[in-house]
């Protein structure tokens, strides 16, 4: 937000309050949720009006990076309007009705190599499989989201290559962001690995 970017966090039952396996529970009704949110922010009277429907970005962290991952490449959540999506911690979930197609839309993985909630190798998989440009941060001395920090020494590296890529994808200087995100990627203790 700092950046310019309108950020909306919504607080998602069985998410907000750390309630453990009633979050599991109710990761298949996320995406629908979250298709709410955005229909919310960009339509009608309550729209906010600096929010862009063209320029839509899906981030989340651990379930949250499933449902995004879900919105952009599985068949049960697709929505047209997300133009990239940024995983942090995540992997591909199991959705009901859903398989995993690749997809059209640009992603970055962030992990953690020390993940011991959600294994760094959840992202290391999907990275192969979906997004058509795929980008994925590894941080090499990372757990399941202490790097989402301000304190964390590899905090500023995860913080410029997200701003990198938002600017690679969404923003009105793709060459640019890019080569941020390598700069970024190649930060003391973090990795950056490329696909298509």
Do not use: K
């Not at 192969?128 to 989402?148: F, I, M, N």
């Not at 890529?165 to 200087?173: I, P, Y």
């Amino acid at each position: 937000a700092a950046e310019g970017h309108v950020v909306v966090a919504p607080a998602l039952p069985g998410s907000s309050d750390n309630a453990g396996v009633a979050a599991l529970l109710a990761l298949p009704f996320q995406p629908g949720r979250v298709r709410q949110v955005i229909e919310g922010v960009t339509e009608g009277r309550d729209a906010i009006p600096a929010a862009d429907p063209e320029r839509v970005v899906i981030a989340g962290h651990s379930l949250g990076a499933m449902t995004a991952l879900a919105m952009a490449y599985n068949t049960c959540c697709v929505d047209r309007r997300v133009d990239a999506v940024v995983s942090i911690a995540g992997q591909l979930a199991t959705f009901p009705g859903g398989v995993w197609n690749t997809g059209t839309v640009p992603v970055l993985f962030v992990h953690g190599r020390a993940d011991q909630t959600v294994a760094y190798t959840g992202s290391g998989e999907a990275f192969q499989e979906v997004g058509t440009s795929a980008y994925l941060l590894t941080v090499e001395a990372g757990d399941h989201g202490g790097y989402l920090g301000g304190d964390d020494d590899h905090y500023p590296a995860v913080r410029d290559s997200v701003l990198a890529f938002l600017l690679s994808t969404v923003g009105d200087q793709p060459r640019a962001g890019l080569s941020d995100l390598a700069v970024a990627g190649g930060s003391a203790g973090i990795r950056l690995t490329t696909r298509g």
